[in-house]
């Protein structure tokens, strides 16, 4: 898979790169640093909301918040759409996870999260490789329509800015990091870096997360 990065992916054992961002949950802005020398934190990045893989990641990440709260974690994720974008989507779709606005993607490039090139070869994979990254469809399909399967399933309808996020985002990837109180990365999780194709969509296991956050203290 050819990408397009200006750094490489953050590892476990650097800082964390710190960022402040517009807060969709509140009006205020969220910054890595009000963590710092408080809490660990697991940090999220994702795409817009036109993005089905990274709606369900939103849902699987809101019912893991209190589970990693109660281990002395806090949650944070980072949605690439406007505040007021993301607003009205979580007016109707409320969640627990901490949430703040990043549309042009800044944390992505600071994390080094990669951008695939969408050669020939990458067009070929969307349409050959089959996943089924949450177990809710009969069986694994293309990417593709696993993707057009999920909107019909959520019941979801783009709007112009979504359109917009996509033009601009497409094929972005996706991660997620585990950042100790210290501010230093502990666990990296990038989409697609060990499965190719066939990782699109896949957060870590809870186990796999909480059993990471358990070692911190």
Sequence with gaps: MVTVVTRPPVSPGEPAPDFTLPGIDRHEPVSLADYRGKSPVFLALLLGLWCPFCRRQIAQLGEMEGKLKAN????????????????????????????????????????GVPKPDSTPEFMEALQTTSVNPYG??????????????????????????????????????????????????RLANIECATEGMAGIGKLLSTDEILTAARALH
């Design 72 to 111: 002395g974690v806090e949650s944070l994720g980072v949605v690439a759409t406007p505040p007021e974008n993301a607003r009205l989507y979580f007016r109707f779709r409320p969640t627990r996870l901490r949430l703040a606005a990043d549309p042009e993607l800044t944390s992505h490039r600071a994390y």
């Design 136 to 185: 809710d469809l009969p069986e694994p399909l293309p990417v593709i329509e696993v993707a057009a399967r999920l909107a019909k399933l959520d019941g979801y309808v783009e709007n112009e800015t979504d359109r917009a996020d996509t033009q601009r985002q497409w094929p972005q990837l996706k991660a997620q990091f585990l950042i100790d109180r210290d501010g230093i990365v």
